[in-house]
């Protein structure tokens, strides 16, 4: 199915997560196919957020916002990688050692970095989760 239809007008995060998972557990070749799926995915919900938007908006506060977010961003990476020069997580048989592993993995990960960075910067719904799942990870870590 295409990613550019009437049906998927609005962002489905259900979708993009599944392209995540797929591009994360598949062959090299398979890999290169699902990041060009989910930026293509990504490409055609921007645009079709930015004809939404009021011309006005497009430009300066637009770009001041998004500097914003991706230094944010930066910000949260960086501290992943503090925590895991510092933290030894055991056999990671409880969930939450399990979310923060796979938090240090996305977070080294460059192609897993470059897209998660997109969808922060761009989609708010996205950004909101990824701020809340940063906050319970700070409060877990905190804890340990």
Same mark, same amino acid.
């Given at each position: 199915?295409?990613?550019?239809?009437?049906?998927?007008?609005?962002?489905?995060?259900?979708?993009?997560?599944?392209?995540?998972? =797929? =591009?994360?557990?598949?062959?090299?070749?398979?890999?290169?196919?699902?990041?060009?799926?989910?930026?293509?995915?990504?490409?055609?919900?921007?645009?079709?957020?930015?004809?939404?938007?009021?011309?006005? *908006?497009? &430009?300066?506060?637009?770009?001041?916002?998004?500097?914003?977010?991706?230094?944010?961003?930066?910000?949260?990476?960086?501290?992943? *990688?503090?925590?895991?020069?510092?933290?030894?997580? &055991?056999?990671?048989?409880?969930?939450?050692?399990?979310?923060?592993?796979?938090?240090?993995? &996305? =977070?080294?990960?460059?192609?897993?970095?470059?897209?998660?960075?997109?969808?922060?910067?761009?989609?708010?719904?996205?950004?909101? =989760? &990824?701020?809340?799942?940063?906050?319970?990870?700070?409060?877990?870590?905190?804890?340990?």
């Amino acid at each position: 199915k295409s990613v550019n239809t009437e049906e998927d007008s609005k962002f489905d995060l259900e979708k993009f997560i599944t392209m995540l998972h =797929a =591009a994360s557990t598949s062959t090299q070749s398979n890999y290169d196919c699902a990041v060009k799926e989910m930026h293509l995915y990504l490409r055609v919900q921007r645009q079709q957020e930015q004809q939404k938007q009021p011309h006005s *908006s497009n &430009g300066f506060n637009r770009n001041k916002r998004s500097i914003k977010y991706s230094k944010k961003y930066d910000s949260m990476l960086e501290t992943f *990688s503090k925590w895991e020069k510092k933290l030894s997580l &055991g056999d990671g048989s409880a969930r939450m050692d399990e979310v923060l592993k796979g938090c240090f993995i &996305g =977070a080294r990960t460059p192609k897993i970095v470059t897209a998660l960075k997109l969808v922060y910067v761009d989609y708010s719904p996205l950004r909101l =989760a &990824g701020n809340l799942i940063f906050r319970l990870m700070t409060s877990f870590v905190e804890k340990k």
